[in-house]
């Protein structure tokens, strides 16, 4: 069942994020970019989860890949690279890619690995990133990386630090917004169908000639992306990176924000993150450690209850016209 | 040298072992542009390891299969069904989670040659021309419809009209008509020869429904202990006793 309304609670929702700054104050500002940068994070998940049917258990590793790639460009310790804003960014997009797309690469080709398989493998190599930063005294080890610089403008000689919470949440914004319109966009294309025809049925595809595994790999990829770019805006507004966002802990809650809003749908996703990390901040004072058992309680109300999520079905964008040709026949399968 | 010249299809004594068990033993094969023909045969005889071997799903053990004229044998299925060979599953296998049109899509995707995702994401099909290969696959109607809830004839109906969209130029259809009625099993029927006499279409098709092999009309192969057994017309092989008592004999 498609909601009718679906639509225009998108729009409506988007409108009401941009309008945000008109009602609330700079703390408050500033806990919805923190939201937000979640939500592009789930968003990358609900991607190769939804669409290409990978459920990522070490989605962490790309967020995290993409924090240090920041904290470490922007603080000049790259070498060669200048330390600016937009060469964080733009390391913090393609190393993550880079590396689900070698791992791809060697998980997808041949037999490939499948379900609970491929579950293990990206959490084993999320774990195995964790270790690594925490012994490699370079990036900060234990400690991490502190004081990353916050995001800078620069044109010619004008240049401005985006310390201010209105700025730096309006650039949020528009990542968010534009990751939303990338990944919308790939999944509505022929691409996403393919890509959602080897979900269902990789077999067939193969027998069609698709190189099921190079769709698998650049789907898995330009997820990577979208997490580096969570990765690299987190950065920034802690100005703090430590190994811990590589690691098991928070591929745990990504996969529970987004089993919990709906895989398949993009915006379902983001705000499962808004909304799971919202009531955190108020339950978690109240409940204490309890409050895990609530969320895990939840997930599996969502897995077992709701496969498709809280928030998919109200979400649910229809699908392009030329894909949902029926006029005839809707009228009477909705009854 | 010119295309047509090399023979379409070609199946050179493919001997197939699994284990201890010799599943196809020196089969041979020709097959031209444009021939129907039936295969049937006991359970077990090796029909389906055939369509295996010839989609490459199975290395053969030894044995060659040529295909317009190039050595196919030990390639990947993706290569096999690029150069024009589709095969239809035993099982019906179409995309379940997705609509009629969207199966549709994945067809012409494949047609378009975009089997690799950077050549899809620089530009994919032209969607306006979905319609009408809905139309002319019979199932305008079901576009909008997922494919897991078409009825039973509908979704074979539509895993061949996959293979035919993609351009194959020769078609292994496994069991096409099981579990259908006979106007599906008429539909399918109609189908197969339509695409043979509108596309030129070569159809290689696996069936025990004797009525369907014979409303199709084409020559038959009769395989036994995987190689063939006989070859002739439906007329021939219906009256030969060897075949009667070997085979038909046991279903009527």
């Given at each position: 069942m498609k909601s009718k309304y679906s639509r225009s609670l998108t729009v409506l929702f988007w409108a009401a994020l941009a309008g945000a700054p008109l009602f609330l104050g700079g703390w408050n500002l500033g806990l919805l970019s923190q939201l937000m940068i979640y939500g592009i994070f789930a968003m990358s998940l609900a991607f190769i989860w939804g669409q290409g049917g990978l459920l990522c258990f070490g989605q962490s590793l790309f967020f995290g890949i993409g924090a240090y790639a920041m904290a470490l460009t922007t603080k000049g310790m790259?070498?060669?690279?200048?330390?600016?804003?937009?060469?964080?960014?733009?390391?913090?997009?393609?190393?993550?890619?880079?590396?689900?797309?070698?791992?791809?690469?060697?998980?997808?080709?041949?037999?490939?690995?499948?379900?609970?398989?491929?579950?293990?493998?990206?959490l084993s190599a999320a774990v195995i990133a964790e270790r690594l930063a925490i012994n490699w005294s370079y990036i900060g080890g234990f400690n991490g990386i502190l004081d990353v610089p916050p995001l800078r403008l620069e044109w010619g000689s004008w240049q401005i630090e985006l310390y201010d919470p209105l700025l730096f949440f309006l650039v949020v914004l528009v990542a968010a917004f534009a990751a939303f319109l990338v990944l919308l966009k790939l999944e509505r294309s022929a691409f996403g169908t393919v890509l959602r025809g080897i979900r269902d049925n990789e077999t067939r595809a193969a027998f069609l000639g698709f190189e099921t595994a190079e769709y698998k790999t650049v789907a898995f990829a330009v997820s990577g992306a979208v997490a580096g770019l969570a990765g690299a805006l987190f950065a920034v507004q802690f100005a703090f990176v430590s190994p811990a966002i590589l690691g098991f802990a928070l591929a745990t809650e990504v996969l529970i924000w987004v089993a919990i809003g709906g895989k398949t749908v993009l915006l379902a996703a983001f705000i499962g993150a808004l909304a799971v990390k919202s009531v955190e901040n108020v339950l978690s004072d109240t409940l204490g450690q309890y409050w895990l058992l609530v969320l895990g309680l939840l997930f599996v109300a969502a897995v077992v209850v709701l496969p498709r999520g809280l928030l998919a079905p109200f979400l649910n964008l229809s699908l392009p016209p030329a894909l949902r040709r029926s006029e005839p026949l809707k009228k009477s399968t909705t009854t | 040298m010119n295309m047509d010249a090399a023979p379409f299809l070609t199946v050179r004594e493919i001997v197939m072992d699994f284990g201890g068990i010799r599943a196809l033993d020196k089969m041979s094969l020709d097959l031209s542009r444009g021939d129907v023909k039936c295969i049937i045969g006991p359970n077990g005889c090796g029909k389906s390891t055939l369509f295996k071997v010839i989609s490459g799903d199975l290395d053969p053990t030894s044995g060659q299969v040529f295909f317009m004229g190039e050595d196919t044998t030990g390639l990947s299925p993706q290569k096999i069904c690029r150069k024009g060979i589709a095969r239809k599953f035993q099982i019906p296998s179409v995309f379940d989670e997705l609509t009629v049109a969207e199966n549709i899509e994945i067809a012409i995707t494949a047609a378009t040659k975009h089997y690799a995702p950077f050549s899809l994401l620089r530009g994919g099909p032209d969607r306006s021309s979905y319609e009408l290969v809905l139309a002319e696959t019979r199932l305008l109607e079901y576009g909008g419809k997922l494919a897991s809830e078409l009825p039973h004839g509908i979704r074979q109906q539509l895993e061949i009209a996959l293979l035919v969209v993609t351009d194959a130029q020769l078609l292994l259809l496994d069991e096409p008509t099981a579990g259908m009625t006979e106007e599906e099993t008429d539909a399918i029927v109609h189908m197969i020869q339509d695409v043979r006499d509108r596309l030129g279409v070569a159809v290689l098709v696996i069936e025990h429904d004797m009525s369907f092999v014979r409303k199709l009309g084409s020559p038959i192969i009769v395989m036994m202990k995987g190689a063939i057994l006989r070859e002739g017309e439906y007329a021939a092989i219906s009256q030969d006793p060897e075949i009667r008592q070997a085979y038909l004999g046991d279903i009527e």
């Open positions: 790259i070498p060669g690279v200048p330390a600016i804003t937009l060469a964080g960014l733009v390391l913090a997009m393609i190393l993550p890619a880079l590396v689900a797309g070698l791992l791809g690469l060697a998980l997808f080709k041949g037999r490939g690995l499948y379900g609970a398989y491929f579950g293990i493998v990206t | -």
